[in-house]
Structures are given as C-alpha cells and as structure tokens.
C-alpha cells in the first residue's frame, strides 16, 4: 500500500526537519523546528544553492521579502556569493550550521552591515571573508551599528581581513558562534548598550581575540562568559595593546567568568582603564606575557578563583600613579611562569606570581615557581594599604617582595605559607634591587606589619 502523507507536512516543514537533525540536541531542535514553521524557503525566492555568479541582490530581495511578511527566512545548505548585505529590522535568517555559508565576493563594502535597526536574529549561516579587503570605510566583515536586540547564535564568522564581528553601540546576544582567521581581532564591541558573549570559540586571529572597548570611559556591563579563545597573535606588536585573548578598554562593570584561554602572545585577560571589572573562574594557560591584567586608571577589581598555568607574570594589578586602585586577589592557583616574554625584561619585571600596589587585599592563592617574585608589594613608591594573607608561595626566588622606597604606604603581610624560597622568603626591595635581609617579625619599617608567616627551607 503507498503511504500516505500526514497533510500538514509540506516541504519547508522537510526541511526543517533536516535542520533539526543536523544541529544536535533535542532542545535545540525544538527550538528550530518552533522557528522554521511559517518560513519563506529563499530558493523559492530566486535564490541558488552553489552558484558561481553573484547572488547578492537576490539575497536582499529574499530577506526584504520575509521581512515584510514578519516570517523567517531559511537558506538551505550550500554557498552564496554576496557583498554588501542589509538587514532591515525584524531580520530572521536560518540555515543549516556549517553548510550555509556566505561567501564574500569583495569590491569593497563588506559582507553584511545593519545600523539603526532592532530585533535581528542570524542563526546558523556562516559568514566567509575569503580573506578578501573590505572597504575602506569599515572595519568589520559582519558590522551592526546602534542595533538593539541582535542574536547571533550558532554562526561562524572566518577569513575577514579585518575584524571579524564588529557591534557598535549594540545590544543582544553572540552565542555558540565561531570566530577565526579575523586579521585584527575577532570580535569587538564598542560602547554597548547591554551585549552577553557567551559560550563562543575565538581563534587564530591576528591581533585580539574579543574586545570589550568604549570610546570614553563609561557603564558598560557586557558579560563576556563561557568563551574559548585561542591562539591569538600580536602583529602589529607593541607592549600589550595588541595580543590579549579578551580585552577591556574604559568599559566598567564588565564581568568576564569561566572562560578559557590558551596560547595568546600577551594576556589572557587585560583590562584597561575598566572600573568594576569581575575577573572569576577562567583557565588561563601558556600566556606570552602577564596572564591576568587590571591597570591604569581603574577603580575596582575582583580576580578570583583563576588558573593560570604559563606566562612571565601570573597576575598584575598595576598602575597607582595613573589612579590604578581598589582590588580583591583571592583563590587564585599559578604555576609555570618564566621569564622569557616578548620584550626585553628590563622593560617591566617578568617571573612574578602576583603584583599589586594600592587599596588590595590578595588573600587564599597559591604560587608555585615563580622565577623572581611570590609576590610583589608596590612598586618604587608606589604602594598603599595592601593586604597579603594566607597565600602559599612554594619554590620561588623571592617569596615576598615588599617595597621599601621612601615615600611607599602601608602593607601587612600575614600568616603565609613559603616553602623553599631560594634567595629569601620575605625582603625589602628598591624597584628590582634588593636592600634588606629577612623582614619577617621585623620593626625596621614603621609602614610594614610583617609577621606571622610560615617559613620553610
């Protein structure tokens, strides 16, 4: 007997279907299925899978078209040679992960741009620069510009001979996306207005992999979470600036947890000039120069519950005399730093485990073989009101460097563990220059509480 059809399955609901077993869990498919019903199937519209010749105006026709009929838009596997794309507001595109693809055909422009608009949903699609120049006039391969509620889930961003994902002034969600081969920096937003980064794969990109930047410093909340960044590189160089695996720039309350990142030239996690920056939970590992960076003008830090395993510094939370100020170290595990970075070390100090220099508790971690310094309390005389108790400091040069340049505040230094501290367990030091013996228990400076800690060969 020849089967019969159910007769409410049509074609699009086929396809849906397909797209459903292609993408994985059963959540994931319900939620697909539940977005696919109702959707215009682009190559009803015109649209050819795999063609060679330029589809870019038929593809704005088809997301026009859906547009204004309020339905999604499906494009089937297979690739797309378009440029210049728009998205209008009410934009949703769906296709099938890893074989939808968008291919850049060049000639200036970029692949798909949207500015001023809201509510744009991409899910699926993967947007290929083929490595091709981009306008002169943009930065970015996909570049949404003061859009509000823009979901990118699902989607992958390669080959931009810029950067990679570019959100100004944007809010809404990038998630389960991957991003690689951008020239600059994978991902970077500037003055958000409320943007979640979260559970995403940044790789092999040229000079950053997600950055979290504001024009002026100012609120800006971005949580940036869940993330694998790696291998990223520095090629336009510098001391920092470039290299970090994730970013912040003037952007306060930013929260950056359990992300992990590996093989970055500089840091792992920098933040500059961030107020209110929560680093929590992240794997850092074979940084090429300080792992973890809160400097510069900022005021207020927590970098807690962190692993760090490779780089020339573990974590660094610098700069009081441009206003740097105001953190929690705590819980934080770091081992194998050397003192091999990207520049010479006479430039800043390389083989510390943990520096601070003002209004600092850094309480509850644990250092293994840390080349020079433990720990490193103030710099010159730049130090005030730091708290460094509880931290086992194992195999270090220097267990405890501790700042004794006329001029420096206050520091305790209490009930530490240090166990086989080659040079010293706890000393006085002039920038790099040691000048004391052993502190602990000594009154020799009226600024210094140094007492209580255990001291093991």
């Not at 003008?297 to 005399?321: E, P, Y």
């Amino acid at each position: 007997m020849k089967p019969t059809q159910h007769p409410s399955l049509s074609r699009r609901m086929f396809l849906a279907g397909t797209a459903v077993c292609l993408s994985g869990t059963t959540a994931q498919a319900l939620v697909q299925l539940a977005e696919m019903r109702g959707s215009i199937d682009a190559g009803d519209l015109g649209l050819i899978p795999n063609a060679t010749s330029d589809q870019s105006q038929v593809f704005q026709t088809a997301i026009n078209r859906a547009v204004e009929k309020g339905r999604a838009l499906f494009v089937p596997a297979g690739t797309y040679p378009v440029a210049n794309l728009r998205f209008p507001s009410g934009t949703m595109i769906v296709g099938i992960p890893g074989r939808t693809r968008l291919i850049y055909q060049g000639g200036g422009g970029q692949l798909a741009r949207a500015e001023g608009v809201s509510h744009v949903e991409l899910r699926g699609l993967t947007f290929d620069g083929a490595n091709r120049t981009i306008g002169d006039f943009t930065e970015g391969l996909v570049h949404f510009i003061a859009s509000r509620h823009i979901t990118l889930d699902n989607c992958e961003i390669v080959g931009s001979s810029r950067m990679g994902l570019l959100l100004d002034r944007c809010s809404g969600r990038v998630e389960n996306c991957r991003i690689s081969g951008a020239a600059e920096a994978g991902l970077r937003s500037n003055e958000a207005q409320g943007l979640e980064i979260t559970g995403n794969t940044v790789s092999d990109c040229a000079n950053g992999g997600i950055w979290v930047h504001r024009w002026q410093e100012g609120e800006d909340g971005t949580l940036v979470s869940g993330n694998r960044v790696e291998r990223i590189g520095a090629k336009y160089g510098g001391t920092g600036q470039f290299g970090n695996g994730i970013n912040v720039f003037r952007a306060h309350g930013v929260v950056i947890s359990n992300n992990r990142v590996t093989d970055c030239a500089f840091s792992a996690i920098r933040s500059n000039a961030g107020s209110n920056v929560q680093i929590l939970g992240n794997s850092c590992v074979r940084s090429g120069e300080t792992a973890i960076y809160s400097e510069f003008g900022f005021q207020g830090a927590i970098i807690a519950n962190n692993l760090v395993d490779g780089g020339t510094m573990g974590i660094s939370i610098a700069n009081f005399m441009d206003g740097g100020r105001m953190a929690v170290c705590s819980g934080n595990l770091i081992r194998n730093l050397s003192e091999t970075g990207p520049y010479p070390p006479e430039v800043a100090g390389f083989g510390i485990g943990i520096a601070a220099e003002a209004d600092t508790t850094i309480t509850g971690n644990v250092i293994e073989g840390a080349p020079k310094f433990g720990l490193l309390l103030g710099w010159g005389p730049y130090m005030r009101n730091l708290v460094a108790s509880q931290n086992i400091l194992r195999e270090c040069d220097t267990g405890i460097a501790v700042t004794v340049v006329d001029g420096a505040g206050s520091a305790v230094v209490t009930n530490n563990v240090i166990q086989g501290s080659r040079r010293g367990a706890i000393l006085g030091y002039r920038w790099l220059d040691q000048t004391t013996n052993e502190l602990n228990g000594s009154l020799a400076f009226a600024n210094l509480s140094i007492e209580g800690n255990q001291i093991a060969g």
